[in-house]
C-alpha cells in the first residue's frame, strides 16, 4: 500500500494565510474598522461628529481594557481558557454604542460598563451558554443606572459609507 504524500513543509503557510476568518474574527475586523473610521473623523472638524480624538480613544481604551480584563478574571474564575477576541468583540459593540463621557468619572462608568458585560457570559448562563447577550447586558446597567446612557452615536452621515 503506497503512503499518502506530505505536503510540502512550507505549503502549510498558504493553506493558513487562505482558511477564510471565524465569523467572530470577521465581526472583529468590521467593528475595528469602524471604529478607526470613528477616530479618523474626529480629527476632521467639517465632520461634526461630535466627540474629539482624546474622547473616543479614551472610551475605546477604557472599554477594551475592562473587556479583556473582566473576560480573563471570569475565565480563570471558571476554570475555563480565556476567549479574548470575543471580550474585545463586546467591547468594540460598546464602543459604538455607548456615548463617550466627558468626565473622568464617566470613563470609570464605561469600565463598570464593560466589566459588567463581558462577566455576564459566565454569570448569566446555563450548561455554560450565554442567555442574553453581554453588550446588551451592560447596556442596560449603564442606561438603568444612568452610569453610562446608551445612544448609536456611530451612526451619523459622515460615517455611512463606513456603516453600510
Known amino acids: 500500500m503506497r503512503r499518502p504524500e506530505r505536503p510540502a513543509a512550507g505549503g502549510a503557510w498558504v493553506r493558513d494565510v487562505l482558511r477564510p476568518p ?4 470577521a465581526v472583529a475586523l ?3 474598522t469602524l471604529a478607526a473610521a ?3 473623523a474626529s480629527l476632521i472638524p467639517a465632520a461634526q461628529l461630535g466627540f ?3 474622547s473616543l480613544l479614551g472610551s475605546l481604551a477604557v472599554l477594551e481594557a475592562a473587556c479583556l480584563a473582566a473576560g480573563a478574571i ?6 475555563e481558557a ?7 468583540v463586546t467591547g468594540l459593540i460598546l464602543f459604538c454604542v455607548v456615548m463617550p463621557p466627558g468626565t473622568g468619572i464617566g470613563y470609570l462608568g464605561l469600565g463598570v460598563v464593560g466589566a459588567t458585560a463581558v462577566a455576564s457570559k459566565h454569570v448569566l448562563a446555563f450548561r455554560r451558554q450565554q442567555l442574553f447577550n453581554p453588550a446588551a447586558v451592560g447596556l442596560v446597567v449603564g442606561s438603568f443606572t444612568g452610569i453610562a446612557p446608551a445612544g448609536w452615536w ?3 452621515p459622515v460615517l455611512a459609507p463606513v456603516l453600510y
Open 38 to 40: 470613528a477616530l479618523v
Open 22 to 25: 471565524s465569523m467572530l474574527a
Open 82 to 88: 480565556p476567549r479574548h477576541l470575543s471580550a474585545a
Open 74 to 79: 471570569a475565565s480563570r474564575l471558571a476554570g
Open 154 to 156: 456611530i451612526a451619523t
Open 30 to 32: 468590521a467593528l475595528g
Open 52 to 54: 474629539g480624538p482624546l
